[in-house]
């Protein structure tokens, strides 16, 4: 079965989407999600240039071979922009694969260990009302796990928090955090101290109306510095998270040990991860409990099915990441690994919107707030290829942060 065509398909329905579809000589599309949120043409370009050139006339069967054959015959290995043309690559040959068995993607990784993925939602609220209000909503949708990010009195516009309520309805309802389409991106402010110091106390009150059983998580987003994480995390043990997400920045990884020494509260990271060599210390050592690496930045499917595996020898578990800025086809490929492995955590659902939803057709179902990638054969994705063509891109960034003084700080 040879691969006979490759085209990068570039929409922007609700926002902006890569996807890589291939084709076969035997008539099998298989599509591949290779969005990198604020930098989509530079991975547009490194498919475009680089890779499709490469794909013609290969064998679609030879899944592990081309992984390989595209990460070393690069030289230039890892990096966001590599790995998602990788994955791209990857998450079309395992559609591919399915289809030709006539198998959902999961069944080739093994079958399923479980009915269903719990899921969590995006609850925020610039006050307690406003997260109340949000997390009962969530809770009418299905959800049975929430995030809660809240605003911050003092501070005027923080990560997290929706711009429009999900009362509202609405089209952005979830698409908040890009990617303000524009030719710049948009400031927020930012304050540690004030954010620390009011945070324990929204938890305390979600918790005393929520009760002790509802599983709640927060997103720290790589804001603060070692010892500052320590003491958020031993702020937050009486309300018993489900995890703390992005305590400290990503690229000091010894920081965690400080972290550790100090609090019981659950650690994810790892969103921002390209390949194993990024997270392999943080789970042999055992310094977090959650891996939040996607198939779309992290290589594939191959690569997330590996580093999940992994993790399972040290009792970590997955929890992948599921913004709206993973398309489709990428929240696909992560649900039927999640569907597969035994050391499934817990999925991010964010949720797309209606138009994004009409260009990629899903067999995905989210019921009970379980997900599940469904029984079609590949990853159960469909693109509309003309729907696309009726959203061209737009340039979008997402936001940054400053302190009060001016100083840039970590978005
Ligand atoms: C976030 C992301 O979902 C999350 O946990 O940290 O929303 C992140 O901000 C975006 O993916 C950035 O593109
Ligand atoms: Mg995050």
Same mark, same amino acid.
């Given at each position: 079965?040879?691969?006979?065509? /490759?085209? =990068?398909? =570039? ?11 291939? #084709? ?17 043409? /530079? ?6 240039? &680089? ?9 679609? &069967? ?5 992984? #390989? ?7 230039? *290995? ?40 719990m899921a969590y939602g995006h609850a925020s ?22 995030? =809660? ?20 309805? %609405? ?7 890009? /990617? ?35 599983p709640l998580l927060h997103d720290g987003h790589? *804001? ?18 489900f995890w703390l997400e992005d305590c400290t920045?990503?690229?000091? #990884? ?42 779309? &930045? ?37 649900? &039927?690994?999640?569907? /597969? ?11 797309? %919107? ?47 942060? *400053? ?9």
């Amino acid at each position: 079965m040879i691969i006979e065509r /490759a085209e =990068v398909i =570039v929409t922007s329905p609700n926002r902006n989407f890569v996807t890589l579809r291939l #084709q076969t000589d035997e008539g099998h599309v298989g599509l591949g999600d290779a969005t990198l949120n604020g930098r989509e043409m /530079a991975v547009v370009a490194y498919l475009k240039d &680089h890779v499709v050139p490469l794909l013609l006339g290969l064998d679609a &069967h030879k899944i592990e071979d081309t992984w #390989q054959f595209l990460y070393r015959s690069s030289y230039w *290995r890892r990096g966001p922009v590599t790995m998602a043309a990788i994955a791209a690559v990857d998450m079309a040959l395992w559609d591919i694969k399915g289809k030709a068995a006539n198998m959902p993607v999961y069944q080739l990784l093994g079958g399923a260990s479980r009915t269903g993925l719990m899921a969590y939602g995006h609850a925020s609220g610039v006050d307690t009302e406003q997260l109340f209000d949000s997390i009962r909503q969530h809770q009418e949708l299905g959800y049975r796990s929430v995030r =809660v990010q809240t605003g911050v009195p003092g501070l005027k516009a923080i990560y997290g928090i929706a711009a429009q309520s999900m009362l509202d309805g %609405g089209e952005e309802r979830y698409d908040h955090e890009p /990617a303000r389409r524009g030719p710049k991106p948009a400031e927020e402010d930012w304050d540690t101290q004030k954010y620390m110091r009011h945070l324990p106390t929204v938890f305390e009150a979600v918790r005393n109306e929520f009760g002790p059983d509802l599983p709640l998580l927060h997103d720290g987003h790589h *804001r603060m510095t070692p010892i500052q994480a320590a003491k958020l995390g031993k702020s937050l043990e009486p309300y018993d998270l489900f995890w703390l997400e992005d305590c400290t920045p990503a690229e000091n #990884q010894d920081a965690l040990r400080l972290v550790r020494q100090h609090t019981i509260t659950p650690l994810a990271i790892g969103e921002i991860f390209n390949t194993i060599w990024d997270i392999q210390g943080l789970i042999s050592e055992q310094l977090i409990d959650y891996v939040r690496t996607a198939s779309t &930045h992290f290589g594939g499917i191959s690569p997330l099915k590996k580093v999940m595996d992994f993790a399972a020898q040290y009792q970590i578990k997955s929890g992948c990441h599921g913004p709206t800025d993973i398309s489709p086809v990428g929240f696909a490929a992560q649900l &039927h690994v999640g569907l /597969a492995i035994h050391n499934f955590g817990i999925q991010e659902y964010m949720q797309h %919107g209606t138009r994004t939803n009409e260009v990629f057709q899903q067999s995905m179902t989210f019921e009970n707030g379980l997900l599940h990638p469904g029984d079609q054969p590949g990853l159960g994705v469909e693109l509309d290829v003309d729907g696309a063509g009726k959203y061209p891109y737009e340039q979008a960034y997402l936001p940054f942060n *400053r302190l009060s003084d001016g100083t840039v700080h970590d978005w």
